[in-house]
Nanobody
Framework: QVQLTESGGGLVQTGGSLGLSCAASDESGIIHVMGWFRRAPGKEREFVAGVNWRGDRTDYADFVKGRFTISRGNTKNTVNLQMNNLNPEDTALYYC??????????????WGQGTQVTVSS
């Protein structure tokens, strides 16, 4: 069972930046494909970004391309999401995920509890 712990959410003004981090605890030794989803108020949960286990392949939702950057952390099974030029439509609960493979980023096998990002206008 993979445990995911997110950090870094908060309140920011339109045009500002925030960074999210996530650590996956897994005693199996597997290095996981990881990523982020989000759920905005009144909307379905949606894919945001993902990265393969080596950190050399990434995938982004169209609505974050050019603004968000996902990367592997310095320690095993950690992932970061740098969010720039935020707007109120980015307000959501952001979930860290683990996926079975890079091709299955949009069908995660594990979810974190979520960290709130609020962008004020």
């Amino acid at each position: 069972q993979v445990q995911l712990t997110e950090s870094g959410g908060g309140l920011v003004q339109t045009g500002g930046s925030l960074g999210l981090s996530c650590a996956a605890s897994d005693e199996s030794g597997i290095i996981h494909v990881m990523g982020w989803f989000r759920r905005a108020p009144g909307k379905e949960r949606e894919f945001v970004a993902g990265v393969n286990w080596r950190g050399d392949r990434t995938d982004y939702a169209d609505f974050v391309k050019g603004r968000f950057t996902i990367s592997r952390g310095n320690t095993k099974n950690t992932v970061n999401l740098q969010m720039n030029n935020l707007n109120p439509e980015d307000t959501a609960l952001y979930y860290c995920i683990v996926a079975p493979s890079f091709s299955k980023l949009r069908t995660p096998s594990s979810w974190g509890q979520g960290t709130q990002v609020t962008v004020s206008s």
